[in-house]
């Protein structure tokens, strides 16, 4: 069964390169349809268990964490795949992105997309002082003009497409399904009120 991706048709250009008004369009229509895409992802899951139901609670995490573990797939990566992905990268991360000679399938990616959509609406339902947002600077950051979940009270943001895709890097090579619940309850402890 097919998965499609979610397409922005703001973003024409690496988004890490868009100007202030580019990169608020982009904003908008990721929240204005965001929804939708959780939706597509709980009818997809349907298709095949009644047992994920995406009720933005914190338990949810592991019961569509461990669905999504056996829809993990991988492929080899190009060079030319390599280096285009380094060149969208922060200089510091250069190294290590040269060292993934593998990708997840485009399957696997629309699912992460939107399993990062639902990880963090389920942190904003669950701390109303957390909130969707882009951080524009620095340059430098990972996920920088892309949505994140910010009001962590100092300049931490969480990206969530990035961290999501360290989490399906470590299930791909272990599958543990309490992985995403884990990363809700190490991200809670860097709220202010708990440290």
């Known amino acids: 069964m097919n998965y499609p ?10 988004i890490c390169e868009m100007k202030k008004k580019q990169v608020d369009l982009c904003f908008e229509w990721f929240m204005a349809h ?3 895409r959780v939706e597509q992802l709980q009818r997809f899951i349907n298709n095949e268990t009644n047992k994920v139901i995406l009720d933005y609670s914190v338990e949810s995490l592991i019961p569509l964490w461990e669905w999504f573990e056996n829809h993990i797939e991988f492929e080899p990566r190009t060079p030319e795949e390599i280096e285009e992905d380094v060149a969208s990268r922060p200089q ?4 290590t992105v040269r060292q993934y000679t593998e990708k997840e399938t485009l399957m696997t990616m629309a699912l992460a997309y ?6 963090g609406d389920t942190i904003v339902k669950n701390n109303p002082q957390l909130y969707w947002e882009y951080p524009r600077k620095p340059k430098k950051l990972d996920g920088v003009n892309e949505p994140n979940i ?3 009270g100092t300049s931490l943001n969480l990206y969530l497409l990035g ?12 599958k543990d399904k309490n ?3 884990n990363l809700y309850e190490i991200q809670m402890k860097l ?3 708990n440290k």
């Open 5 to 14: 991706l979610m397409n922005n048709p703001y973003v024409t250009f690496p």
């Open 34 to 36: 965001k929804d939708e």
């Open 92 to 95: 510091w991360m250069h190294e």
């Open 114 to 119: 939107d399993i990062s959509i639902y990880f």
């Open 150 to 152: 910010l009001g962590f």
């Open 163 to 174: 961290v999501l895709s360290v989490l399906v890097k470590k299930s791909h090579r272990e």
């Open 179 to 181: 992985r995403l619940y």
């Open 191 to 193: 709220l202010p009120n």
